[in-house]
């Protein structure tokens, strides 16, 4: 594995996933996504694991999807690459996986915490959709887990601002199961693993399933909504000024077109 640590038996029945890029800020390549669902798919065969945990560094969970990796492409492109299929697979893993996030959880960072079934952040940690200040939008579920997990309202106002949710506000509206000083966010997140691994696996991955139900009635129409809207946001000017403005670190000129 390049991008990411695994350690299969963090604690009997607790396997880990650390994202590690960490110079920029554990940014979601390819590559590391498909270390992430490769692994993933190797634990949940594991019978030795309960409980996974996927966390980053201190810094970052992730700021986003690699932009530097997307930037000149067309819609076109982004349809037939499909290099996001591989997210869709991470949702079908059976076992309970934790997010432990601390720093930035921005872009496809945040909709990967929101992709896990619980979520323990340090203080520092910050949630966000900023996809709007590069000219575009998010396109891995954030438009509906988000909306979802904190309300329309709120919602909104971070997916059309790009504002930052603090680790505060995110336990407040609910995206978070707990939030504790920086020091301990893998403690918690472990102590949580350690009560789920005493279950009986059988029950609790059909919990999770039925959870899952529940909440993700109707989301596979929204999140194919969202990630065509996703793809055409690649066809206009705006993006490519939008990724463009980020790489050469300056501000947008955004034309409307
Ligand atoms: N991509 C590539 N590089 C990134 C990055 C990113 N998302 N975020 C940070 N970096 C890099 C920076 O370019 C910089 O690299 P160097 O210049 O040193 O080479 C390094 O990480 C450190 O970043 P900064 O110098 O910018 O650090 P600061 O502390 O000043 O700022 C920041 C931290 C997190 C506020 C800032 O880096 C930032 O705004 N980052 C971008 C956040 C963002 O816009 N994220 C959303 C990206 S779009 C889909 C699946 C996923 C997605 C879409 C569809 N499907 C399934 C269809 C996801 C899309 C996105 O996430």
């Keep these: 594995m390049e991008f990411i640590i695994v350690t299969e038996q963090y604690e009997p029945g607790i396997a880990l996933i650390q994202l590690n890029r960490p110079k920029e800020l554990n940014a979601l390549n390819r590559k590391l996504m498909e270390e992430v669902r490769d692994t993933l798919q190797a634990l949940d065969k594991n019978e030795q694991v309960r409980v996974i945990i996927l966390t980053g560094n201190e810094q970052a969970f992730a700021a986003g999807a690699d932009i530097k990796q997307m930037a000149d492409k067309s819609a076109i492109d982004m349809l037939l690459i499909d290099q996001f299929s591989t997210w869709d697979q991470i949702r079908k893993t059976k076992k309970p996986i934790i997010a432990a996030v601390s720093g930035f959880a921005l872009g496809g960072g945040c909709e990967l915490a ?31 887990r988000l909306t979802r997990a904190i309300g329309k309202a709120k919602a909104m106002e971070l997916i059309l601002t790009g504002r930052f949710l603090s680790a505060e506000e995110a336990h407040f509206y609910g995206l978070v199961n707990k939030v504790v000083p920086v020091e301990m966010y893998l403690h918690e997140a472990v102590a949580l693993a ?13 919990a999770k399933e039925a959870v899952n ?13 969202e990630r065509k809207n996703f793809y055409l946001t690649f066809a206009s000017a705006d993006q490519k000024e939008g990724m463009q403005a980020f790489i050469e670190k300056r501000k947008p000129q955004f034309k409307g077109h």
Aim: overall charge negative; glycine content about 10%.
């Design 213 to 225: 139900r529940s909440f993700e009635t109707h989301l596979d129409e929204g999140l194919a909504f």
């Design 194 to 206: 350690r009560e789920i691994a005493q279950m009986s696996p059988v029950a609790v991955q059909l």
């Design 114 to 144: 929101m992709m896990c079934d619980m979520i323990i952040a340090s203080e520092s940690a910050k949630f966000g959709q900023p996809e709007i200040k590069i000219g575009t939008i998010p396109g891995a579920g954030g438009t509906q």
